[in-house]
């Protein structure tokens, strides 16, 4: 009679096992389609912010990095159609000669070229900058910020390019005008 319960008791525990393993393989078949990257670049209609005509601009997520001593600073990266800005609220130092971006392990691309203290441009090459967003994944952006003493480093920020691909195929399609105007039109 207790050999009867024990075989009872390890075939409904194997039963449990069983059904905890389907559960899990579930839970984790269901994860596999939730952490699934979400594009994080957006293409809308919106003023330019160097020239501030309005035209299609791709934007990458904002990403806070540190700024120096104690500060952080929100950077943006938008594809303008002649160019990639890095923009921030922080004013950026170019006297080391290190502001630089990086897509993957690619060489680095250096600038020196800055908009209104806050916008880094990267424009040269162009052709050849927007074949390697287009191929990689992340995007590594090193800036160093002013006033800063004594002098810190070259921060990198990194950015995904997920989702750019499509924006950029969108910027000649069908880019949206921003989400105030079209809740404005109705």
Not at 94 to 118: A, M, R, T
Request: with cysteine; net charge positive; proline share 7%.
């Amino acid at each position: 009679m207790l050999a009867s319960k024990t075989t009872k008791l390890c075939r409904a525990l194997a039963s449990e096992r069983r059904g905890r393993w389907l559960m899990t393989l579930g839970l984790a078949a269901g994860l596999a389609v939730t952490t699934t990257p979400a594009a994080s670049w957006t293409a809308v209609i919106q003023p330019d912010p160097i020239t501030r005509q309005q035209r299609c601009l791709l934007s990458s997520d904002s990403v806070i990095t540190a700024a120096g001593h104690d500060d952080t600073t929100p950077i943006v990266l938008i594809f303008n159609g002649d160019s990639l800005l890095a923009i921030t609220q922080s004013e950026l130092d170019p006297s080391f000669g290190d502001l630089q971006l990086v897509v993957d392990k690619n060489p680095p691309i250096h600038s020196e070229k800055i908009v209104q203290k806050k916008i880094l441009v990267f424009d040269q090459n162009l052709p050849d900058l927007v074949r390697q967003l287009r191929e990689g994944r992340q995007v590594t952006v090193y800036l160093r910020f002013w006033p800063t003493w004594p002098a810190t480093q070259a921060f990198p920020v990194n950015f995904s390019l997920v989702g750019f691909s499509k924006m950029h195929d969108a910027r000649t399609q069908n880019c949206q005008p921003p989400a105030s105007a079209n809740s404005a039109a109705r």
